[in-house]
């Protein structure tokens, strides 16, 4: 048996390494796909129960709460950073 072969089981476990993770690499990509679409829901509920004109438009002392409900814990240089970048009319 040549160096080369007595080597070539490492080579085979690599390469069977790399076709798994190749394998599994869509379903983590689906699997992130799927936690977006539910945290984008999730956002969406919590918006609207502060949309009280129903015009897609809250109050920023709301944005704050929603952010927080959402796991997000702005500062209140953050916040402002949000409203003179979102609001038109601020």
Same mark, same amino acid.
């Given at each position: 048996? @040549?160096e =080369?072969e007595a %080597?070539?089981?490492?080579? !085979?476990?690599?390469n069977?390494? /790399?076709e798994?993770?190749k394998e599994e /690499?869509p =379903?983590?990509k689906t =699997?992130a796909l799927?936690a977006n &679409? /539910?945290?984008?829901?999730?956002v969406? /509920? !919590?918006?609207d129960?502060?949309d009280?004109?129903?015009?897609?438009t809250?109050? !920023?002392?709301?944005?704050? @709460?929603?952010l $927080?409900?959402?796991n997000?814990?702005? @500062?209140?240089k &953050?916040l %402002?950073? #949000?409203m !003179? $970048?979102?609001?038109p #009319?601020?």
């Amino acid at each position: 048996m @040549t160096e =080369e072969e007595a %080597h070539s089981p490492a080579k !085979v476990k690599d390469n069977d390494e /790399e076709e798994l993770g190749k394998e599994e /690499e869509p =379903e983590l990509k689906t =699997e992130a796909l799927d936690a977006n &679409e /539910e945290f984008k829901a999730t956002v969406l /509920e !919590v918006f609207d129960m502060f949309d009280q004109q129903k015009d897609m438009t809250i109050e !920023v002392a709301s944005l704050a @709460t929603l952010l $927080r409900w959402c796991n997000f814990n702005p @500062t209140e240089k &953050e916040l %402002h950073s #949000y409203m !003179v $970048r979102y609001d038109p #009319y601020s």
